[in-house]
């Protein structure tokens, strides 16, 4: 029976996979490396460490790392901070209202820093939703590694076979599944078919319709 929801957040709370691949694509022009859309999507829902590492084809120190990261991501603020409103998907106000009128708890596990959740908390004005929140920073291992879902599911005090996991990317279905969650795959990132391959429980669209009487159909 499924008793708590977890949320990944780029994808799943925000359609805004465009918003990183422009700011990665400028985060690429400073460092003078040329990104692709596929390098990038490749990559997406790890930790932003090692996701540069990959990307700019070279070990990082944690410094740099952390200094690379910091700018990528202001970049990437930069760009969806006024159009926030624009980019929540589909029917997710209605289904965070449903649930948390059925008084199921939230939590948020994303590789994202704590900035970005605060982003898009006090702009979309749904703090109040969430019982708790795991970040990169909080995890030693990130996506594909279940440790954000462990973490979340502890926060929330429940079993992680008693929690759903919405996520987007390919790292955090395999992350959510490793956890023994319950996972429910959104279309925002990659296709129906490519998901699908993944063996998520559902591949949903968006929220749009999505009650939370279908989680206890999982």
């Known amino acids: 029976m499924i008793k708590g929801v977890i949320f990944d957040m780029d994808g799943v709370l925000l359609d805004n996979v465009e918003y990183h691949l422009e700011a990665f ?3 690429g022009e400073e460092q003078g490396k040329s990104l692709t859309r596929e390098n990038i999507q490749s990559v997406f829902g790890r930790k932003n460490w090692d996701m540069l590492e990959v990307l700019l084809e070279r070990r990082l120190e944690k410094d740099e790392a952390d200094r690379l990261a910091d700018r990528k991501e202001e970049l990437y603020r930069q760009l ?5 409103q624009e ?3 589909k029917g997710l106000p209605e289904f965070l209202e449903s649930l948390e009128k059925e008084g199921v708890p939230m939590a948020v ?3 994202g820093p704590i900035e970005n959740v605060d982003m898009v908390f006090d702009g979309l004005g749904i703090r109040s939703r969430f019982s708790a929140v795991v970040t990169g920073d909080q995890v030693q291992h990130g996506k594909p590694h279940p440790e ?3 973490t979340a599911a502890a926060f929330l005090n429940l079993s992680p076979a008693d929690c759903v996991v919405f996520e987007d990317s390919v790292s955090g279905i395999n992350a959510a599944l490793s956890a023994g969650c319950t996972c429910v795959a959104v279309a925002t990132t990659h296709e129906e078919e490519e998901l699908k391959a993944l063996s998520p429980h559902l591949v949903i669209l ?3 319709d999505f009650h939370p009487d279908r989680l206890q159909e999982l």
Request: aromatic fraction near 16%; glycine fraction near 0%; avoid cysteine.
């Open 25 to 27: 694509r400028l985060f």
């Open 148 to 150: 954000a879902f462990l």
């Open 109 to 111: 596990a994303t590789s």
């Open 87 to 89: 980019a929540v998907v």
């Open 206 to 208: 968006d929220f749009q």
């Open 80 to 84: 969806v901070l006024s159009e926030l």
